[in-house]
């Protein structure tokens, strides 16, 4: 388990099926992040697609675009124009 997992209670095992890093969610992890709408800065596109499946799959929403819905950021790198904006 990763320690992203570890702390939202989600068991995390990796799958050559879907390519490497790719983390299949067990039910008990299902809604630990119902209260958040995620949002990302400087990922690079399959990270972005990846972490969006997993915020879904524990009951949350990605959005592309920084707006007042918008919870949690995680950004790469200090700088960017959403990290600018959210700070």
Known sequence: TTSLARSVGVGCTLSSARGPGWCLMLAEGAGALRDVVLCTTGLPGADKSRCSAIVKALGGRYSG???????????????????????
Do not use: F, I, M, N
């Open 65 to 87: 675009d920084l707006t007042r819905e918008v919870t949690h950021l995680v950004a790469t790198e200090w700088g960017s124009p959403k990290y600018k904006k959210a700070v």
